[in-house]
């Protein structure tokens, strides 16, 4: 009854509270007219430096594990020692994630949302394998998840790191969660022994030797030291670090969080023993 005015964060001043049903809609026409702009700026300096360094460590990564590409000369070490090695945990690597779209195009068979599962796994397969094939080698992983991102993580993880706190992330304790889980240590025990089997088979035998106990403790040296620094590796490309704050169409994300994360020093003594 004093006479002052309605302020309504958005609309602003809208009157007196008599006046409210007369302007109301008047300004929510504006709102509806008005339009939104969303931009984003990309640091050039850096993107082209972190662009140059990951194509560089492909390009490295290819000429070390091809076994046809000539090597120039002085490098024969390289294509005896290094080659095999790296060849084998590049072809499981690669199997590894062909059978995570395989278990993927499995579960979209029958399922409500077989595209949203497809396109996930194309989008994700690398870095979910990636993931799974460490902790299946017992690499200890760290994560956290709050708020609506929990529901984008798998079973059993999404229960193991919904408390919103830090958890640890091991085999043992998915494994309380779902004992399947298991499954995943024997697969990824698999996987090295096939690089192992892989190793000895494309390393060349020189002249006058024979493939004997000794030849096979070669190659599972050479094979410890590319997977001590492949796991590493691996667990630093795979990182998870996500913060969300947003609501769109009743989808509230606010204080949304998601974090995975692998030790690197803790990876490199597992790889050296498998």
Do not use: K, Q
Not at 52 to 76: D, I, K, N
Not at 77 to 90: C, D
Not at 157 to 174: C, I, K, S
């Amino acid at each position: 009854g004093g006479g002052g005015g309605v302020e309504i964060p958005g609309l602003g001043d809208v009157g007196g509270i008599g006046d409210v049903g007369g302007l109301l809609p008047d300004r929510i026409g504006d709102l509806i007219e008005a339009e939104a702009a969303v931009g984003f700026t990309v640091d050039t300096v850096p993107t082209l430096l972190g662009g140059l360094a990951h194509v560089t460590a492909v390009l490295l990564v290819a000429l070390l594990a091809s076994r046809r590409t000539p090597l120039p000369r002085g490098c024969e070490a390289v294509h005896r020692v290094v080659r095999p090695a790296v060849s084998a945990l590049v072809t499981v690597a690669l199997t590894a994630v062909a059978a995570g779209w395989a278990a993927a195009g499995y579960a979209a068979i029958g399922d409500d949302h077989p595209r949203r599962i497809l396109g996930a796994a194309l989008l994700g397969a690398p870095n979910g394998v990636w993931l799974g094939v460490p902790l299946g080698l017992f690499v200890p992983w760290e994560g956290r998840a709050t708020g609506e991102l929990v529901r984008v993580l798998p079973d059993p993880l999404d229960e193991l790191l919904g408390t919103g706190t830090w958890e640890p992330v091991t085999l043992a304790r998915l494994a309380e969660l779902d004992g399947r889980v298991w499954l995943l240590g024997v697969a990824a025990a698999l996987l090295m022994l096939s690089a192992g089997v892989l190793t000895a088979a494309r390393t060349p035998v020189a002249p006058g030797e024979e493939r004997s106990w000794t030849f096979a403790g070669r190659c599972a040296v050479r094979l410890g030291l590319a997977t001590a620094v492949a796991l590493p590796v691996s667990a630093w490309l795979t990182e998870v670090s996500v913060d969300a704050s947003l609501s769109v169409l009743g989808v509230d994300a606010f204080g949304a969080g998601l974090d995975l994360r692998g030790p690197l020093a803790t990876a490199l003594l597992p790889g050296a023993l498998w």
